[in-house]
């Protein structure tokens, strides 16, 4: 009968165990490790739930009154209500204090009319929204039809170019960047500019005004504003405008060169 033997005799042959021995260092790195793995997942399960959490701060704020009921507005002309209403991506009733300000006034700023904007609560219960919108300068000749642009030249997104036929009509390369100056130039005479009804850029250089009546005046490259003025006090002494001229050509220096509106001639007789 063979028994078990539960110490065994050293011998050469026999291979040594070793004992391993308590190390405190790698205790405590395992200790800080656990900890420091239990505070990740309580932080993450505390910012898993805090969604729910705002949520329910914002329902209870909400049935304290502090509900969305109401819009004050300022600076708005042509922007519609609903645009205004896509922009703030909420309706009545929403919690006020759940709102975005920066989400809502960067929204209002993408919006066509909307130059600039600023965005506050009004407690308990309404929204302030502080619009600057673009002014309509001129509407713009392009490939796509006529366009409303601003006194920077930028185009209008979303404006009715049927809206504001009474602006003067720009074309030619360069014409917007330059509308402000030549528009504001050419309102220096208000009765002249009364009848301007088109105005286009030559060459990048100069002006030729287009009248409703269908004279047109051709300002020169330089002083253009001064050849304008001119112009305003000799039709004031002459009443030059209401001849019947098709061009007044002011492109020389002391100069005022006319062309007649001559009749078209009649198509000949076939023969």
Known sequence: MRRLMFWQKQTPDTPRRTMRHFS???AKKAAIGGVSLGAVCLMAGLW???????QGGYDISAEQGFALADLHITGRNYTSDDELKTAIGAGYGTPLLSLSLSDIQHN????GWVKSARVSRVYPDALRLDLVERRPLALLQTAAGHRLIDETGALIFGANPAEFSH????SGEGAAEQAKYIIESLRTEPDLYADVWAIQRVSNRRWDVHLRTGLSVKLPEDNAVLAWSK???LDRD??????????????????LIVEPNLPLSKKGQKT
């Open 48 to 54: 898993m739930g805090r969604d729910a959490i705002l």
């Open 167 to 170: 602006l003067p009509v720009l």
């Open 231 to 233: 112009l305003a006090i």
């Open 108 to 111: 209002l700023q993408q919006l």
């Open 238 to 255: 002459t009443k030059i405008m209401k001849r019947d001229l098709a061009v007044i050509d002011m492109r020389v220096s002391g100069q």
């Open 24 to 26: 405190w260092p790698h």
